[in-house]
């Protein structure tokens, strides 16, 4: 992964932005990042970067010019004051002290752990084995919790394991594209450049949009269906009504591999395209040509994201869509399956290693006893917790009632990320003790941090994370750490070790047992982990650094006793003979599922409309989302004038309708109400997005977008208005459905 050019050096990495997981080359020179492209022989990007990976040495250097890094542990004596610096050492004792006085006081589950999908697999890891191995609670999630975990669990649901099933590669064999709750041309650009390629290089494959706005990736779409918001399950069972109506399905395959498709045939039967027309807001015609392309393709794949996840029904939209892929035999072929595209660089590996309150490493499950068994057989402790650990609304929730007391947030920023912004503001006030495990010290959540740790950030971290298509990549250090910044898994492991020294001991062999100052530690880590996946679906036994550094990113299943690999595994097309591919592309092909009987199962569920329906006092849709340009919430993109060239500042994006019927002009401040708070900002008329409808984007925060709670309390971005009710099963929330009242905004 090193090399020199005279006196400029280049280690591989990855970007640390969306799940594509696209390869980097870092240039550097001494300490200082000086350029960054893409590596040729990455099989996700083959050389491209988007703006937002091109820029990404760019916005390093603006850190440090900007001086946004958090480069030393501070402590803040009282609430509201500044922190103040201290060394490493007093930093974790301090925290090892309140943490280990709260669990003694109040119990193993006063404490919750709050981490990212932002983070590396090793990190993750450690996280996971501190709280459900030593501490011995599972209150630990992750801002994935918000991205992934609907997709998770239709995954389970269905095909019985957590693995997307196709790869990257799939774009140059499907016939049909189906994209359903996804701008992939923003949110995934190097895809969208792989299906643009696609589709030039095979002008007959059809792409069918689905999404409640006309978005970038509607441009190469032959048909766009603008349904409602939330409508997305009834969309499904009205194409299953289609294809049995016509005879679309693939019975064979059905009787071969499935199980419960009888009851789910019954329950679409009044699905019919009448009613689906009218609920979802679409034409009939154009629900039978999706059912046709859908269904008759020589190879139909599916690409969905948040569109899907973020809501009340998000396993239940998961479920039914691959419902349609099992009922018409679209998987496990080149170029066939449903395939969910993850959102952020390491979502995937966090939910390798079980980095969530319902999951154990390598897709186990907290629920079952044996699950729980084995992890403590491999972590060498008593036992893991069986009580269910609390998810990401309902950690925030229970912490804002005083139930949990300590709160150790890393690599994330709730305090503008997480919806119904005024219970989780409150809940960061109430909390006895919270620890900001950061790279940045600008985010909005380090204002209610006792003890603030600095992390390091890309360039400088080391370890690996897996994409969206289950390559797992090495993340390579270009640079040294700045300042007392340190590796999170290594600042954690440091932690763990004290905590242990000092709560009633669960092993007889030390847990925590790594090199904390040398990339050795992350290795040892990687190792623990790969054992746990022995004959588990991801087992990635066959792998290990070496062969990451000396063969390139691979993907899992990869197990030890097979020869899945070579240089071709049906996913290496364009990469240079000496990069040999050992992992799985394709999962299914044999059609054996990883349930109990070998067989997929059907999900069988009744269409629910949004959580929140509009109703005269709130008449409006809001829905929210990315920007081309910018990462989550800016505190790395944010400090580059030239990614707000594309959008420049927050709008209330509405159809020129609505606009029309407020009087209201392009420009004009206007105030966004929801049942828990307001926000102020332009409007904009867009026909973009139907009437009845708005769209505010995610990334914009405290500076740029103040507002109040319902209850007068200080709040600031979209936040603000969105809703904490979340799906039954995923526990993820509707980040993509409030309704909301809009009207010109009366200034003092
Ligand atoms: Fe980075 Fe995603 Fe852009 Fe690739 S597509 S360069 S991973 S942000």
Excluded at 533 to 561: E, H
Aim: charged share 20%; hydrophobic share 40%; aromatic share 6%.
């Amino acid at each position: 992964g090193l090399s020199m050019h005279g006196a400029t050096r280049e280690t591989r990495s990855t970007c640390p932005y969306c799940g594509v997981g696209c390869g980097v080359i870092i240039e550097s020179a001494g300490a200082q990042i000086t350029g960054v492209r893409g590596d040729p022989d990455h099989p996700a990007n083959f050389g491209r970067l988007c703006t937002k990976g091109s820029t990404l040495h760019l916005t390093a250097t603006a850190a440090v010019t900007m001086q946004t890094r958090l480069l030393q542990p501070m402590r803040r004596a009282e609430r509201g004051t500044a922190p103040a610096a201290i060394t490493w050492d007093a930093a974790l004792d301090t925290a090892t002290a309140k943490f280990a006085q709260v669990i003694r006081d109040h119990g193993h589950d006063a404490v919750g752990f709050y981490i990212s999908g932002q983070l590396l697999t090793e990190d993750y890891y450690v996280f996971n084995k501190l709280a459900k191995g030593l501490i011995g609670t599972n209150n630990i999630d992750t801002n994935s919790r918000l991205c992934m975990s609907s997709a998770v669990a239709g995954y389970k649901k269905t095909l019985g394991a957590d693995a997307p099933p196709a790869c990257y590669d799939d774009f140059n064999h499907a016939q049909c594209l189906f994209i359903v709750g996804s701008n992939t041309a923003w949110a995934h650009p190097i895809l969208f450049r792989r299906i643009e390629d696609a589709k030039r290089a095979n002008p007959a494959m059809k792409i069918v949009v689905v999404d409640p706005r006309r978005t970038d990736t509607c441009e190469i779409a032959d048909l766009h269906l603008a349904i409602q918001p939330g409508t997305d399950v009834m969309l499904f069972h009205g194409l299953l009504h289609l294809m049995l109506r016509e005879g679309w399905t693939r019975p064979d395959y059905i009787a071969a591999h499935t199980s419960g498709f009888d009851t789910l045939a019954a329950r679409v039967r009044d699905c019919t395209p009448e009613r689906v027309a009218q609920v979802c807001g679409i034409d009939a015609r154009d629900l039978l040509e999706t059912a046709r392309l859908f269904a008759t393709s020589a190879a139909t794949l599916s690409l969905y994201c948040q569109g899907l996840n973020q809501s009340s029904s998000g396993t239940a939209k998961n479920a039914t869509l691959i419902n349609l892929h099992l009922a018409t035999g679209q998987i496990g072929r080149p170029g066939a399956g449903p395939f969910s595209l993850t959102g952020q660089p390491n979502a995937m590996g966090g939910r390798e290693v079980g980095g969530m309150a319902n999951l154990l490493g390598a897709h186990r499950d907290l629920a079952n006893p044996a699950h729980r068994a084995e992890v403590a057989a491999l972590w060498g402790v008593a036992d893991v917790p069986a009580a269910p650990g609390k998810t990401a609304v309902e950690m925030f929730q229970a912490a804002a009632d005083g139930e949990v007391r300590a709160l150790w947030i890393a690599c994330t920023n709730p305090a503008q990320s997480m919806p119904d912004q005024a219970t989780v503001r409150r809940a960061l006030e109430r909390c006895e003790f919270v620890v900001v495990q950061e790279a940045f010290a600008t985010t909005a959540t380090c204002a209610y941090a006792d003890l603030l740790l600095p992390a390091t950030t890309w360039g400088e971290k080391l370890g690996t994370v897996t994409n969206s298509e289950r390559r797992i990549s090495r993340v390579r250090q270009a640079v040294p750490a700045p300042g007392g910044a340190r590796h999170d898994w290594s600042a954690v492991a440091d932690f763990a070790q004290r905590l242990e020294a000092v709560l009633p001991p669960r092993s007889v062999t030390p847990l925590f047992p790594y090199a904390l100052d040398a990339e050795a530690g992350a290795e040892a880590i990687w190792n623990e982990h790969r054992e746990s996946t022995r004959g588990r679906d991801l087992d990635i036994t066959g792998l290990s650094w070496p062969i990451l550094d000396a063969q390139g990113p691979q993907q899992w299943p990869c197990p030890a006793d097979t020869a899945c690999g070579g240089n071709d595994n049906g996913n290496a097309t364009a990469l240079p003979a000496v990069r040999r591919q050992f992992g799985k592309a394709r999962l299914y092909e044999d059609g054996v599922f990883p349930t109990p009987d070998g067989r997929a199962r059907f999900y069988d569920v009744a269409y629910k409309p949004v959580a929140e329906a509009r109703e005269p006092r709130y008449p409006l849709s809001l829905n929210t989302g990315r920007l081309r340009d910018q990462w989550h919430g800016m505190s790395r993109t944010g400090t580059l004038g030239r990614l707000f060239g594309h959008v420049p500042e927050p709008v209330v994006q509405m159809h020129p309708q609505d606009m029309v019927h407020r009087a209201l002009r392009d420009g004009d401040l206007v105030q966004v109400a929801s049942k828990r708070g307001a926000i102020v900002l332009p409007a904009q008329g867009s026909t973009d997005i139907g009437p009845g409808q708005s769209f505010i984007a995610m990334h914009w925060g405290e500076e740029a977008l103040s507002g109040r709670s319902s209850a007068g309390e200080r709040l600031a971005g979209v936040n603000t208005l969105s809703t904490p009710v979340f799906c039954p099963d995923s526990k993820q929330p509707e980040l993509k459905h409030a309704a909301v009242q809009i009207a010109k905004a009366e200034l003092p």
